[in-house]
């Protein structure tokens, strides 16, 4: 199964892709063996396998939380959107990042994600609502310069 992962891992496929199937891989492979473990009533070994599941799992969900984070801020700062501090000013972690156990890394919790979609979600339509605005002129524009010269046409037909 292992070597199976790190295919997975080298395919040239969008990064979505790889970890669904990663997380997939891992979840059967473990679904599996505990299961050949309580049929053989090991229960030491479906121990430490269940231990080894949420690892591998916690370490996956720290890689899925890396890129979704990666992209999300990504996003915000081309859209110039303030992403929320990592620490509240009293010097507490803030409820919108974690520090990932394994990496040390940090990445945006669920609420952090839904707080800087929201920001996007506004700038965009705030910028959608701006470009709206030019729409009604330019159609307002192209309606007279077409009765413009549709009049032309007209008298210059007539001489």
């Known amino acids: 199964m292992i070597s199976l992962l790190r295919i ?11 970890l669904s199937w990663q997380r997939t891989l891992l979840e059967k492979a473990y679904a599996k063996d505990i ?23 916690d370490l996956h969900d720290e890689e899925e ?3 979704l984070t990666k ?3 990504s996003k915000a700062r081309k859209l110039r959107v303030p992403v ?3 620490y509240n ?24 994600f839904s707080a800087l979609r929201e920001e996007i979600r506004r700038e965009v339509k705030a910028r959608h609502e701006s470009r709206a ?3 009604v002129w330019l ?11 549709g009049l032309i046409a007209l008298l210059l037909h007539k001489t």
Not at 42 to 56: I, N, Y
Not at 139 to 149: E, W, Y
């Open 65 to 67: 939380d890396a890129y």
């Open 84 to 86: 929320p501090h990592r």
């Open 89 to 112: 000013e009293d010097k507490t972690e803030s409820e919108h990042w974690y520090e990932g156990h394994y990496t040390g890394r940090w990445y945006l919790t669920t609420r952090g």
């Open 8 to 18: 997975v891992a080298k395919l040239p496929i969008p990064t979505e892709w790889r």
């Open 71 to 73: 992209q999300l801020l």
């Open 139 to 149: 159609s307002a524009l192209t309606g007279v310069i077409g009765a413009a010269t």
């Open 35 to 57: 299961s050949a473990a309580r049929k053989l009533k090991e229960t030491e070994k479906v121990e430490s396998l269940e231990h080894d599941q949420r690892f591998e799992i």
């Open 133 to 135: 605005q030019w729409v």
